[in-house]
């Protein structure tokens, strides 16, 4: 159990390092604004029209950094400081959930798998929850006499872990997606589209770092799991 703990503990700095520099990325290039004074909400505007997706709302929610796609009712919801803002960043980020529309619209394969993962992805998350917090606090081990609660923890991490590497391609076509249509139609140029393609390339950092911290938490298991069954 120690060692599950120490791996927590140094995946948690990974994930807080990475967001650490994502924020202070979205803060610099915040303070880039964009010659034509475009704001969030408007480049999402045009990107939808582009691609003639005008059925897809834009919102603006609460929060920093809450900007995401929501496939269930075809919003484009964004943050308010991406939404009125007229910077390379807030751009980038708009851009990149507007991909995501269109990789909805035009039935993108990983998209729709992805989707349909999510439910399954959730149980997964809450019987982990469940497990991991008995065995910390309850009392039970992860030894040979506890071969089915890790055959449970490594069944839950297997979803969690495919979950997560499905969702890398999602997010890499769509800011690719995001950045072409953004360069090809004059939206950003220059240091601009430096700024924001450095933007995209944190976000989707915090995705790596999930993705590697669920697939070594599957390897542990995975040999605790092994172990387990020699010893019996």
Not at 205 to 218: C, F, I, K, P, S
């Amino acid at each position: 159990m120690s060692g599950y703990i120490l791996l927590t503990i140094l995946m948690m700095i990974i994930s807080m390092a990475v967001q650490f520099k994502l924020r202070s990325k979205f803060a610099q290039y915040k303070q880039m604004h964009l010659a034509n004074r475009l704001t969030g909400r408007e480049v999402a505007e045009k990107m939808l029209a582009h691609h003639g997706l005008s059925q897809v709302q834009i919102l603006q929610v609460d929060g920093e950094l809450t900007d995401h796609y929501n496939p269930a009712n075809k919003t484009v919801n964004l943050s308010k400081e991406v939404y009125y803002g007229e910077n390379a960043a807030a751009a980038a980020v708009a851009a990149h959930e507007c991909g995501h529309a269109v990789q909805h619209a035009t039935a993108y394969k990983m998209l729709e798998l992805r989707s349909k993962l999510v439910p399954l992805q959730q149980v997964s998350a809450t019987v982990l929850n469940v497990v991991i917090f008995g065995a910390a606090f309850i009392g039970f081990g992860f030894g040979g006499s506890s071969q089915l609660i890790l055959g449970i923890i490594l069944a839950c991490y297997a979803v969690i872990t495919l979950f997560a590497l499905i969702t890398l391609p999602v997010e890499f076509d769509a800011s690719k997606r995001a950045l072409q249509w953004m360069q090809r139609n004059a939206i950003v140029g220059g240091n601009e589209f430096d700024a924001a393609q450095d933007s995209l390339k944190w976000a989707a950092m915090t995705y790596v770092a999930a993705a590697a911290g669920a697939l070594v938490n599957l390897l542990y298991f995975l040999l605790q799991f092994l172990g387990a069954s020699n010893d019996d």
